[in-house]
């Protein structure tokens, strides 16, 4: 029998740890806020807290967990399950050994996979990228990420980074205006299209005096509200445009989009799908775009394949 394995999705809100099936199936699932800023020795105590949490009650159910797979934001060395580089979500998230940590805080071989790269994984594997051989994800959230898979297999790229989408830079950084992204540069795609730049941008250009949540501008979209509805059109312009150029390059046989601000639905996601359909080249303006059909699972699942390659219960893919 095929063993079952714990996910384990580290955010700088949420931590979400479950186990995961052979075909991605999702059951004791457990969720905690996230100590992001109180820095890695709490987040790391938490998120194994969590671990054991789950697989307590694995064990409970006659169920060994045979691995654990970590989905984390920052740049993963997956070789030595540790953090390269990170940005400030996770306060001093930077050469963190994540792996070796919580393998010696759980018992469980330990395999760690960048978030959005496990995201990629499970939607290849069981989600709205099925049985195709090359792929184009990205993750709009509280930040802006990207996955890429080729040939059938992830990219991870020299050092990690590959399918870094948010990071491209859509203004010049001295254009007057250019927001600063959250790794410090000036005029990335984070800066306009996140979901903390959107509700900021509304914020701004609406005079309120605190930022609201995203939902409320989705809603004040929706009930008319111009401004929030230029603001959402601006993110899924810069989206579509970037999208559309990434896939001259790659030329993918499909596009997935994953994230709460895809929640936003046809207000953002009517301008992106317009605008990468206009900036590509002839054969790659035909891409499918799909949404996501794994929803708030899509880290744990991904997190679990990567656990389950580990263990070698799974052909690997990449």
Request: charge should be neutral.
């Amino acid at each position: 029998m095929t063993a079952v394995v714990i996910g384990l999705d580290i955010g700088g809100s949420k931590l979400a740890a479950a186990l995961v099936g052979p075909a991605g199936q999702v059951t004791a699932r457990a969720d905690k806020a996230s100590p992001a800023r109180e820095g890695p020795d709490a987040m790391i105590d938490a998120a194994a807290q969590l671990v054991s949490s789950v697989r307590e009650s694995a064990i409970s159910a006659g169920i060994r967990p045979a691995a654990l797979g970590v989905a984390t934001a920052g740049v993963v060395d997956p070789d030595t399950g540790s953090i390269r580089s990170a940005v400030d979500t996770i306060k001093d998230w930077t050469g963190v050994p994540i792996g070796p940590r919580l393998a010696q805080l759980t018992g469980l071989p330990t395999a760690v996979e960048n978030d959005v790269h496990a995201m990629a994984l499970a939607e290849v594997c069981c989600g709205a990228a099925q049985g195709a051989q090359s792929a184009l994800l990205v993750a709009v959230g509280t930040g802006v990420g990207g996955a890429i898979v080729a040939e059938g297999r992830l990219r991870r790229g020299r050092t990690g980074t590959a399918g870094a989408i948010g990071h491209i830079p859509v203004q010049i950084d001295d254009e007057d205006g250019a927001r600063i992204c959250s790794c410090g540069r000036a005029g990335h795609l984070e800066a306009l299209a996140s979901g903390p730049a959107i509700a900021s941008s509304y914020a701004s250009a609406a005079g309120l005096a605190s930022v609201p949540a995203l939902p409320a501008v989705g809603r004040a979209s929706r009930a008319g509200d111009a401004t929030a509805t230029a603001v959402i059109r601006t993110a899924g312009t810069a989206l579509g445009r970037a999208i559309g150029g990434l896939c001259n390059v790659l030329d993918p046989d499909v596009v997935i989009l994953a994230g709460g601000v895809i929640g936003l639905g046809p207000l953002l996601l009517d301008p992106l799908t317009s605008v990468l359909r206009g900036e590509a080249l002839p054969g790659p303006a035909s891409v499918p775009v799909r949404v996501s059909r794994l929803g708030d699972n899509i880290g744990v699942v991904g997190a679990g394949i990567a656990a389950r390659r580990l263990s070698g219960q799974a052909a690997d893919r990449g």
